[in-house]
């Protein structure tokens, strides 16, 4: 019996998409921001980081960014802190609906007027919580904007906008119902002259009452989407357990 093995192109395409993560975005000089909370490795209880996250329930004050360039997620009040939950698969930051909510310091973008953003997310249902894929703490700023009973358009500050590889809603409502079901929200081409020097956050918006819900994880990286992004989002639907 004779053995092959297959070196073509094709099958080191398959290997490299099959252990393909974010990392990959990073390895180029590229400002951004990497949030995974199925490394446990990256989360503490304090903002000192100094008490690991070790036991599902457990409070996130720091969550650490992989990218490489410490734009960490940080929330220095003990009420305000989201907890980290796992069912032994996936894994994720889960908002209370009442306060929880991490904040990131601001990143001066270097090369590009282009931001790319992907996130794997839930919303609870009901309320009247605004979100967002990504917002400014101290004013109106949003991309992938959404509310449970309010329409209007996701963003002001452009972009184009996916919801698990499909065009997303561009209507806040229609959003919103979309994401009560885990789903992977991505945005690229978003200016990142709106954002750019100041503090920010995932999930919610602005410093309205925060929405509750799951993020199973967040990347944003500046330039051109490129093919990664595609990549990007395949990863992060494995992260949230949704179906390619």
């Keep these: 019996m ?8 094709t099958a080191a395409t398959k290997t490299l998409e099959v252990d393909w993560t974010p990392d990959a975005i990073f390895r180029h000089p590229k400002q951004g921001a990497w949030f995974d909370p199925s490394d446990i490795s990256t989360l503490f209880q304090d903002v ?8 599902d329930g457990d ?6 960014d992989k990218s490489g360039h410490s734009n960490d997620a940080v929330q220095t009040n003990a009420a305000r802190r989201p907890t980290w939950r796992s069912d032994g698969t ?9 306060d929880d909510r991490m904040v990131c310091s601001p990143i001066v973008f270097e090369t590009s007027d282009s931001l790319n953003c992907c996130a794997g997310m839930s919303y609870l249902p009901g ?26 358009t996701i963003s002001n500050s452009g972009g184009a906008y996916s919801l698990n590889a499909a065009v997303a809603p561009n209507d806040r409502k229609g959003l919103r119902e979309a994401l009560i079901s885990p789903g992977v929200l991505a945005g690229h081409e978003i200016q990142t002259s709106s954002f750019s020097s100041q503090s920010w956050q995932f ?3 602005w410093n309205t009452s925060p929405p509750g819900g799951r993020l199973f994880g967040y990347v944003e990286y500046e330039g051109t989407a490129g093919a990664e992004f595609a990549s990007l989002q395949a990863w992060m639907a494995k992260q949230s357990g949704v179906a390619a």
């Design 127 to 152: 309320g009247a919580a605004w979100g967002a894929l990504r917002s400014l703490v101290a004013n109106g700023v949003y991309a992938g904007l959404s509310n449970p009973s309010i329409t209007g």
């Design 203 to 205: 999930f919610s918006y």
């Design 48 to 55: 000192a980081a100094t008490v690991p996250v070790s036991a």
């Design 59 to 64: 409070p996130v004050a720091v969550m650490r």
């Design 90 to 98: 996936l894994a994720w930051l889960e908002f209370d609906g009442v």
């Design 2 to 9: 004779k053995t092959f093995t297959d070196i073509s192109i």
